[in-house]
T-cell receptor, first 113, second 108 residues
Framework: GAGVSQSPRYKVAKRGQDVALRCDPI?????LFWYQQALGQGPEFLTY????????KSGLPSDRFFAERPEGSVSTLKIQRTQQEDSAVYLC???????????FGPGTRLTVT | DAKTTQPTSMDCAEGRAANLPCNHS???????VYWYRQIHSQGPQYIIH???NNETNEMASLIITEDRKSSTLILPHATLRDTAVYYC?????????FGAGTRLTVKP
């Protein structure tokens, strides 16, 4: 079956631009997670949704970061006024209610110039 | 904080068993031990998880010490395609925090 997909796979933004990153989770998965992975580092938790409810956003680094999942399926991570330090791979993962494993997408590599 | 400690890197000969250690001395009773791996330029891939009993699946075995303060992931017959960064994670249901992981290099 289809896995988690993310788009775009690569995004180059000029400093100050707004970007929107999309995540299509596995159909029927209740949980959805966003992570930020800097070069050479492990993924860092950003935020977590259960259905459309954002239950944890403690990892969002600033108020320039905003995530939504309005219908409990597709999610968008928006970054306003991008900065160079936002350059990273943004990973999305989804999971079912009963299963404990998360399934990751391929990530979106964001480069801010 | 990642709650786990892993060696930065390890090498393993192709065809041999790879044993990846992880310390998690502050683990609490309801927290599971998870292992994921990340091959270059891909998203992390789930390998296995356990609470207190040893676990085995088609990919690997997980050995958890009786006091649950450490564990070992075993890849029984490592192949070149097992070269990746391996993450040991201690988590409750909705909280998964990665550390830096162990970079495993399988050599011919």
């Amino acid at each position: 079956g289809a896995g988690v997909s993310q788009s775009p796979r690569y995004k180059v933004a000029k400093r100050g631009q707004d970007v929107a990153l999309r995540c299509d989770p596995i159909s029927g998965h209740v949980s959805l997670f966003w992570y930020q992975q800097a070069l050479g580092q492990g993924p860092e938790f950003l935020t977590y949704f259960q259905n459309e409810a954002q239950l944890d956003k403690s990892g969002l680094p600033s108020d320039r970061f905003f995530a939504e999942r309005p219908e409990g399926s597709v999610s968008t991570l928006k970054i306003q006024r991008t900065q160079q330090e936002d350059s990273a791979v943004y990973l999305c993962a989804s999971g079912s209610r009963r299963a404990y494993e998360q399934y990751f997408g391929p990530g979106t590599r964001l480069t801010v110039t | 904080d990642a709650k786990t400690t892993q060696p930065t890197s390890m090498d393993c000969a192709e065809g041999r068993a790879a044993n990846l250690p992880c310390n998690h001395s502050t683990i609490s009773g309801n927290e599971y031990v998870y292992w994921y791996r990340q091959i270059h330029s891909q998203g992390p891939q789930y390998i296995i998880h356990g609470l207190k009993n040893n676990e085995t699946n088609e990919m690997a075995s997980l050995i958890i010490t009786e006091d649950r303060k450490s564990s070992t992931l075993i890849l029984p017959h490592a192949t070149l395609r097992d070269t990746a960064v391996y993450y040991c994670i201690v988590r409750s249901i909705n909280d998964m925090r990665f550390g830096a992981g162990t970079r495993l290099t399988v050599k011919p």
